[in-house]
């Protein structure tokens, strides 16, 4: 076919494609806009609940952190309290100790460590003795429980970044 028959056939039938064609087309274009605009909203929508709940489960692991510090703190704060140390404290320190353990995941490296620890201390505080070393080892383990948790919720973030989650 010549240009010339594609001309002749194409001003013979213009009424036809005006009317079919170009609606056709137009309908496929608009189509396919939609499906494109639609799988683009679905994937930001998903990308942002993935964010809202690495978002929510760090502040979640931040709360959690905070009340295990809080715990912490105010466990070797009785032991660095007045001697002797009364019974009422040593109930609180038993409260505090009760919190902890509830707290801890049991699977923690350091978990039986602090256990050990806070069972030492809470015995030394019963029988009046001297407790240096048992705050020493207790601050050391209670740091690297702290440590780790916290580096673990900056590694989180740092994956929510990239798109990994948690």
């Given at each position: ?157 740092r994956e929510s ?6």
């Open positions: 076919m010549s240009f010339s028959e594609f001309e002749t056939w194409f001003l013979e039938h213009q009424v036809l494609i005006l009317s079919v064609v170009i609606p056709l087309a137009s309908a496929i274009i608009a189509s396919l806009a939609s499906w494109y605009a639609t799988r683009r909203t679905l994937a930001g929508q998903k990308t942002e609940r993935n964010l809202n709940r690495v978002l929510k489960l760090s502040d979640f692991r931040q709360d959690w952190t905070n009340e295990l510090r809080s715990e912490f703190a105010q466990y070797l704060a009785i032991l660095l309290g007045q001697k002797p140390i009364s019974h009422e404290r040593i109930n609180e320190m038993a409260l505090f100790h009760n919190k902890i353990i509830l707290r801890m995941n049991h699977e923690d490296e350091d978990f039986e460590t602090l256990m050990n620890a806070m069972s030492e201390a809470l015995q030394a505080a019963k029988s009046d003795s001297p407790m240096t070393n048992q705050r020493v080892e207790l601050t050391i383990v209670m740091s690297r429980i702290l440590k780790r948790e916290w580096e673990r919720l900056k590694h989180d973030m970044e990239y798109g990994g989650g948690v």
